[in-house]
């Protein structure tokens, strides 16, 4: 099999997973399914790779490369392609605006209605419904964006004004990773619930995910919703949004913000029905760091438009290792937020460092409280000391605890507090 065919086999496999009836030029039905990709289908000028209509209108193109193809390079052929649609097509009033180059291995998009449109590399193709009501939509993501009203600043600290406007200033230059450092204390998880409103608010973000490190601190942050109150009309955020703090493996279809760890997701995007909410309580800083980086596969249950903007709340640096794919899976925009940044962490943000708000500002912005380090010196610390095989408990069983560990467990809370 040729390089090129062994990438169209793959990328006819993607298709079909994604919701696209895939079919040959000769073998046109558009009515065969709402979204339909046809092979070599002649335009004016050549033919492109693949056409894809939805419900009859064609929507985009995809041009196919075998792999190790740099698809950075053939973008101008895609337009080309998306200028040169036959006239007597039905419904055709503007040019398609999707384009796809893929190689199977590698897949990039964008949009041509998005300002300064660039194309992004997306984990898969998106779901023939979703490009349909991407056109009903007529703005997009992108360009409401950089339509954000001014921010209202009142109950904010100086701290969370300059996080939110820095990151809607990223947003406004179409970055889609941005990193918010903030020191414990200076209100991270507000700060996220604060830009949050207006993303679904003013830029009309359709579903957003809200990861944490481990589930008690989701319950804390979905306390935080609940008791939002927004700035504007100033009624409670659950009063406007559903929220959902996942305990189950099934997205409710009518929530705009998701609060799950990342262990759940990644449980949810290998199609498991079900996860022990027990594995939920342990801390990402407690799993070994040698673990080998979590792969995933396409899941048209969870596609890759599922989440419009994905949140990291204090989760680990092994997020950007060992689940590094989960996150990448989805075609979202990543803010992180952090306490303390490692290299590997801002590596991941593309150095993209909106907001850096350290213990010693906040202490000087009065928002934390400083502290001093005193060393104090003691006998262990400056002549160290043993720890004995087995020692005597009494009073009790008189038994020395290398003969009876079960009288230990018995005699020994007595033994200290006999002793304290």
């Keep these: ?17 994604a919701g696209w009836e895939v079919q040959d030029y000769n073998e046109l039905n558009l009515g065969a399914s709402p979204g339909v990709a046809v092979r070599e289908f002649p335009l004016q000028s050549g033919y492109a790779d693949y056409l894809l209509f939805e419900d009859r209108d064609p929507v985009g193109v995809l041009e196919a490369k075998p792999q190790g193809t740099t698809l950075s390079g053939i973008a101008e052929q895609s337009e080309k392609y998306l200028a040169s649609i036959p006239e007597s097509l039905p419904k055709v009033s503007t040019p398609p605006r999707f384009a796809y180059e893929s190689t199977g291995v590698e897949t990039y998009f964008r949009d041509l209605a998005d300002p300064d449109f660039r194309s992004r590399r997306v984990f898969s193709f998106h779901q023939p419904q979703t490009l349909s009501a991407w056109l009903a939509e007529g703005d997009t993501l992108r360009g409401r964006l950089k339509k954000m009203p001014p921010l209202i600043k009142m109950g904010l600290r100086d701290c969370q004004i300059e996080a939110i406007e820095n990151l809607e200033e990223s947003f406004h230059a179409s970055k889609s990773r941005a990193l918010i450092q903030m020191a414990s204390g200076g209100g991270k998880t507000f700060t996220a619930v604060s830009f949050i409103y207006r993303l679904i608010k003013f830029a009309n ?4 995910l809200l990861l944490v490190d481990r589930n008690n601190l989701g319950r804390q942050t979905r306390n935080e919703f609940q008791q939002y109150e927004t700035p504007d009309d100033r009624r409670k955020f659950t009063e406007l949004y559903n929220i959902q703090h996942l305990t189950s493996n099934t997205l409710d279809p009518v929530s705009r913000v998701c609060i799950t760890t990342i ?28 673990e080998a980086p979590k792969e995933v596969v396409y899941n048209p249950k969870i596609p890759i438009e599922t989440f419009d903007f994905i949140v990291t709340d204090e989760c680990h640096r092994s997020i950007y290792h060992l689940w590094r794919q989960v996150l990448e899976y989805f075609d979202a925009f990543i803010i992180g937020l952090t306490a303390t940044p490692s290299k590997q962490t801002l590596g991941f943000f593309d150095q993209n460092l909106v907001m850096e708000y350290s213990h010693e500002r906040a202490v000087a912005d009065g928002v934390n409280v400083g502290y001093d380090v005193y060393r104090i010196q003691t006998k262990i610390t400056e002549q160290g000391s043993k720890v004995d095989s087995g020692f005597y408990i009494s009073p009790g069983s008189r038994k020395n605890c290398r003969t009876n560990p079960q009288t230990i467990r018995k005699t020994a809370p007595e033994y200290f507090k006999n002793r304290f």
């Design 1 to 17: 099999m040729k390089p090129e065919e062994k990438a169209r086999k793959e990328i006819d496999r993607q298709l079909k997973m």
């Design 205 to 208: 973000a359709r579903r957003v």
């Design 263 to 290: 262990q759940r997701l990644f449980s949810m995007l290998r199609g498991e029905e079900e996860y022990d909410p027990e594995l939920e309580e342990k801390s990402l800083f407690e799993i070994p760091s040698g």
